[in-house]
T-cell receptor, first 113, second 112 residues
């Protein structure tokens, strides 16, 4: 089955700086890579996703890059703000979104004022 | 839309008791997923349904766990008998095939 590794487990950045979270996956058949943000006491919420037919996707301050050859993908958050503090999860799915997701262990992002 | 609705939000039960967690997916979604979240193991997929039919239950830890989806608007996850190591947050999620999965708020289960 799929295995997703995520790092770092904790990331502390100054407000206004950029944050980068990296993930690797094992199943070359995986073709859907979402990123979820989880705030305390809430369920994960999708913030951005990418499919294997593109290498990069942006949405305002958030971007995701995908390297299929190396089987890794990254989340980039620019101009970080206090409300970006949360736990972020990467995930992979070989069913393109129709099957259950395999999640990384999460990154606790702390934005220092 | 109210989103994915889970109940109860919190459940405290004694070891050996039966626990039933409930989920109402988003109307129109045809896939439903049950996940378990713990500090040690992160988010684990337990089982998922497509059009009310269980497709993959390989993540269900033991025979003590069972899940049903009698119709498109309701699913249950049952643990019988419950054990302290079942303590976790259980999430239900739903999606329309090949699109984003929406998660509920979760049920925090504590087995004492």
């Amino acid at each position: 089955g799929e295995n997703v590794e995520q790092h770092p487990s904790t990331l502390s950045v100054q407000e206004g700086d950029s944050a980068v979270i990296k993930c690797t996956y094992s199943d070359s058949a995986s073709n859907y890579f979402p990123w979820y943000k989880q705030e305390l006491g809430k369920g994960p919420q999708l913030i951005i996703d990418i499919r294997s037919n593109v290498g990069e996707k942006k949405d305002q301050r958030i971007a995701v890059t995908l390297n299929k050859t190396a089987k890794h993908f990254s989340l980039h958050i620019t101009e970080t703000q206090p409300e970006d503090s949360a736990v972020y999860f990467c995930a992979a799915n070989s069913g393109g979104g129709a099957d259950g997701l395999t999640f990384g262990k999460g990154t606790h992002l702390i934005i220092q004022p | 839309d109210a989103g994915v609705i889970q109940s109860p939000r919190h459940e405290v039960t004694e070891m050996g008791q039966e626990v039933t967690l409930r989920c109402k997916p988003i109307s129109g979604h045809n896939s439903l997923f049950w996940y378990r979240q713990t500090m040690m193991r992160g988010l684990e997929l337990l089982i998922y349904f497509n059009n009310n039919v269980p497709i993959d239950d390989s993540g269900m830890p033991e025979d003590r766990f069972s899940a049903k989806m009698p119709n498109a608007s309701f699913s249950t996850l049952k643990i019988q008998p419950s054990e302290p190591r079942d303590s976790a947050v259980y999430f239900c999620a739903s999606s329309l095939a090949y699109t984003e999965a929406f998660f509920g708020q979760g049920t925090r289960l504590t087995v004492v």
